[in-house]
C-alpha cells in the first residue's frame, strides 16, 4: 500500500477493519443505530473469511472471492462515511466522530504489512518476526531498512 498517490493512483491505503470495529463498538451507547450499521457491515466481511476459511479455499479462490463479495460491502461503507465527512459530521458525538475518523488514521498499518506481505507470496507472521529479529540484532541504516520491506525481503 502507498501513500504516494500520484505514483500508485490504483493503490489505496488500508485501515485494519479490527481496529475501526472497536471504535464503532466504543460509540455504541452515543449513537447505536449508525455504530451497529457500521459493525454489521464489518461483520459481513469478516463472514466472507470466515467462509472462505471454513471452504478450505486457495489462496488465490480467497482472492476472487474477496473480489466479488467484498466491493459492494467496502462501496456502502464508503459512501455513508462520505456523506458524513461531507457534513463536517454533523449531529454526531465525540465518539462517533473518532469511529468514522479513524477509518482515515494510520494508526492500524499492519494491515497494509500484511497485504503487501500477501502479495509478495510471503507469511505474514514469518515476515514479522524475521523482520524484527532483524531489526533488534544490531543498527540498521536507511538502505538495510528499505531491504526489509515485504517486496524486498527474500523468500
Request: net charge positive.
Amino acid at each position: 500500500m502507498y501513500d504516494d498517490d500520484e505514483l500508485h493512483p490504483d493503490q489505496h491505503r488500508s485501515a485494519c477493519l479490527t481496529h475501526i470495529r472497536r471504535k464503532f463498538v466504543e460509540s455504541l451507547e452515543e449513537n447505536h443505530s449508525l455504530s451497529m450499521w457500521f459493525i454489521d457491515e464489518i461483520g459481513r466481511l469478516f463472514g466472507i473469511e470466515h467462509d472462505c476459511k471454513k471452504a478450505g479455499l486457495t489462496a488465490d479462490q480467497v482472492l476472487v472471492e474477496r473480489l466479488q463479495r467484498s466491493k459492494p460491502i467496502m462501496d456502502r461503507i464508503k459512501e455513508k462515511f462520505e456523506r458524513f465527512a461531507k457534513s463536517n459530521y454533523k449531529g454526531l458525538g465525540a465518539l462517533t466522530k473518532k469511529a468514522l475518523k479513524y477509518i482515515k488514521t494510520d494508526y492500524a498499518f499492519m494491515f497494509s504489512v500484511m497485504e503487501s506481505c500477501n502479495m509478495n507470496k510471503l507469511s505474514p507472521g514469518c515476515y514479522i518476526k524475521e523482520l524484527v529479529s532483524r531489526l533488534t540484532a544490531k543498527p540498521v541504516c536507511t538502505a538495510e531498512k528499505v531491504a526489509l520491506l515485504p517486496c524486498f525481503m527474500q523468500k
